[in-house]
């Protein structure tokens, strides 16, 4: 298990606004949350399927990606890694 907590700014809800990206990587599975305060939050999660191949060979960097596609497409959320605005 890997876990990551990174400073994000949410870019595509009005004024820019800082958040944390919250990530819980599995071998055949992750879950996330993108927090801005207690009334303000989204939480999804991937497993393995035979079209995304599983995430044990992908680095950081590519995992991060992945994670960020699957905000913007599934929860329609755009962020920019960055320290807290």
């Given at each position: 298990?890997?876990?990551?907590?990174?400073?994000?700014?949410?870019?595509?809800?009005?004024?820019?606004?800082?958040?944390?990206?919250?990530?819980?990587?599995?071998?055949?599975?992750?879950?996330?949350?993108?927090?801005?305060?207690?009334?303000?939050?989204?939480?999804f999660?991937?497993?393995?399927?035979?079209?995304?191949?599983?995430y044990?060979?992908l680095?950081d960097?590519?995992?991060?990606?992945?994670?960020?596609?699957?905000?913007?497409?599934?929860?329609?959320?755009?962020?920019?890694?960055?320290?807290?605005?």
């Amino acid at each position: 298990m890997r876990q990551y907590d990174l400073p994000i700014i949410v870019t595509n809800h009005s004024l820019p606004t800082s958040a944390l990206l919250k990530v819980i990587r599995l071998p055949t599975s992750w879950y996330a949350v993108v927090w801005e305060n207690p009334e303000r939050y989204a939480s999804f999660s991937q497993g393995r399927t035979e079209l995304n191949g599983c995430y044990e060979h992908l680095g950081d960097e590519a995992f991060l990606n992945r994670v960020r596609l699957v905000v913007s497409f599934t929860q329609g959320i755009d962020y920019d890694y960055a320290e807290a605005l």
